[in-house]
């Protein structure tokens, strides 16, 4: 074990409570700033796959995830007409795999609820300068804080911080976004799978069963539609009847889901960026999570990135005593798999949200008998999985893992929920 250190976390979403809860786990004097004068979760629900998983049962909470979350085995996608786009099982990569959709708020319960340990948190503080060299932080209120061994800069996605660290080699909007919120589970016909439907690249529909909350029993799902980022606007709404009825004749079951959602005050809206930095940190400072590497959410892998990037840093400073060496070692070591993400995401994000149709007619003749093909499917699962390292290589997933996840046995679906259900609204 390397010194103790004194270390700052700027933001206290997926990355920084990981690597708040994983360091002060390690003996570090560990100082979380957060912006939001309550800590809560930000975000729509998502699909935590093996690789996130992975770190959650070293911390000791795979069985509290999986209590919470929906076992997803499979991967569907199908166009307005019904062909099938994508359908991709975990079991044909490994019998043992699943991921596991959950709601943003339960993981930010049980991150939040395990770290007691040297647990200190400011809330409602957010850092407006970082100083790599010196270590230390300047917020909104002008108050200086600091010196620190190391700080980390964990604020996000759309990080204002970002350029004081690095500077990005590109950083920038996606033009499309999207609209989402949860819903009652009720008697959703695909429990275990994440399903979309596509007409083109224009409209896309998603829904991800997401299982409950620690304070709210009631199963519920993520659903996810895709909108131009002008879209997003209020200006733009097109009005309550004309939202649905689009929805509804994509989409006929998830329209009547969403019979209880109030609209449009009922949805989230997300936008995301594309950001690329050569070097994550400088002198005493590292960018974690979407601050280094903000990609589209096409591929599901941001909050696992997230865990990951907590999981290797920790290893790197038990390793290195010194912190420049231990932040190189670290972004070396988690950079062959980021960067194929943030490629893959690139890519994949204009065949689904673009105005590209003659690219999404491709994209639908040829993904779903390419993907059955032996050798391509195989490359296909590891991608969507989250178990591509490099261009060709893999994410070795830790065999004690495995037989752990073989050892949760799938519990019997759940009975129907009977009681009061709130309007399905950001959580
Ligand atoms: C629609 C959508 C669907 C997604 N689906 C998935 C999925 O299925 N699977 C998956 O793995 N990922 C998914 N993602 C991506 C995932 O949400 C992100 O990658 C992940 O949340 C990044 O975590 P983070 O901690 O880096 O940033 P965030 O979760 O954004 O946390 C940043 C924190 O920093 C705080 N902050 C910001 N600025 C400051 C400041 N100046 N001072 C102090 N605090 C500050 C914020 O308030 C926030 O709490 C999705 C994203 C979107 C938009």
Redesign the pocket.
Known sequence: MSRELSIAV????????AAALMLSGDGHRVEA????PQ?RP????????PT?LEVLWELGLLDAALAHGARIGRLYGETGAARPVMDMRYTELEPRLFGLGLQ?GALFSLLDRAWTAGRAIRAG????AVDPREGRLTDADGHRHGPYDLVLV????????RGQVAPARYDRPYPW??Q?CLVEMGAWPWPAELRQRYRQARCMAGM?PVGTHPDDPVPRASF?WSVPAAALDDAAWPGEPAWRAEVGALWPEAGERLGATQVPHGLAR???RDAVHARWHAGRAAL????AH??S?QL???????LLDARVLRDALRTHADVERALAHWQRARLAHVRVYQRWSRWLTPLFQSELDLAARLRDWTFHPLTRIPGLRDQSLRVLTGTRLGWFGTFALAPAFLDALAATAAPAPAAAYTGPVEAGGAP
Do not use: H, K
Request: glycine content about 22%; overall charge neutral; charged content about 10%.
């Open positions: 700027v933001g206290y979403g997926t990355a920084g409570q700033f957060e912006r939001a800590p930000v975000g729509a629900g998502f699909l935590l796959q996130g943003r503080c957010a850092i407006v964990a604020d996000g996605s759309g990080s204002s911080l976004g999207a989402w991800l996810f997300a936008r995301y974690i999570g979407d601050a903000a990609m959410p599901g892998q941001g909050v696992n990135m997230a």
